[in-house]
């Protein structure tokens, strides 16, 4: 199993975006939470900003899409270049159109379901999306603790997918603590927000956030 780490940049500073992308060279992608203020309590940024980020970085750019109507947007997203689109369950009028839309834009698709979503819902999708998202805190805000029934969430997302080539994501209140059990789990790629940016030397951290994933991955 391949691990992935993709820091977040909701833990950067955002007006030092391409100082903060150097800072995590090491790194296998860049999430970027892109929020709308309505799906979310928050906003972030939209397509200018992901355009400008996908200029200044050799890294692929993960695209988290907590908006409303991402039926229309995630295409225009997928537009950019970005390496992968995700987009909400909650939000989608239609997922497997939406998939097939960020796939003929050249990007890889992501279905992220919220803590309280049911497994069962993302069942019917599953073989139209390149990667799943699970969703270990509640969307919106960075720097929350993780729920610690995620990680019985991912095992049963593990079984869901049992040997399709799909990505199995986390996001929310990842660290050092609690990355090998979910590796153990099934997870493969792995969203890090605070656990990587608060590090004096943020490679350094990368580093030991994939050593510790890869050592729970092998206990699998």
């Not at 899409?65 to 537009?79: G, Q, S, T």
């Not at 992501?110 to 069942?123: Q, W």
């Not at 995620?150 to 199995?168: H, P, Q």
């Not at 996001?171 to 090998?180: Q, R």
Request: hydrophobic content about 45%; charged content about 25%; overall charge negative.
């Amino acid at each position: 199993m391949t691990i992935r780490i993709q820091p977040s940049i909701l833990s950067a500073d955002f007006a030092n975006f391409e100082r903060d992308f150097e800072s995590i060279s090491a790194a296998d992608g860049i999430h970027v939470d892109v929020m709308d203020g309505h799906f979310v309590p928050n906003m972030t940024f939209g397509i200018p900003m992901v355009k400008r980020m996908q200029e200044i970085t050799k890294l692929p750019l993960d695209v988290h899409l907590m908006i409303e109507n991402p039926d229309f947007w995630a295409k225009k997203y997928a537009e950019l270049g970005v390496f992968s689109v995700t987009v909400h369950l909650e939000a989608c009028a239609d997922p497997k159109q939406i998939a097939k839309d960020i796939q003929d834009a050249g990007a890889r698709a992501g279905l992220a379901i919220k803590p309280k979503t049911e497994l069962s819902e993302i069942v019917p999708y599953l073989d139209s999306f390149d990667q799943i998202l699970i969703m270990s805190v509640e969307p919106g805000f960075g720097g929350q603790s993780f729920i610690e029934s995620s990680v019985a969430k991912v095992t049963e997302a593990k079984a869901l997918l049992g040997d399709k080539d799909i990505w199995l994501q986390i996001d929310g209140g990842v660290d050092e603590s609690n990355i090998a059990e979910l590796a153990r789990a099934g997870v493969d790629t792995f969203v890090a927000g605070s656990a990587v940016f608060k590090a004096s030397d943020r490679n350094a951290q990368i580093h030991l956030l994939r050593e510790l994933a890869e050592h729970g991955s092998h206990e699998h």
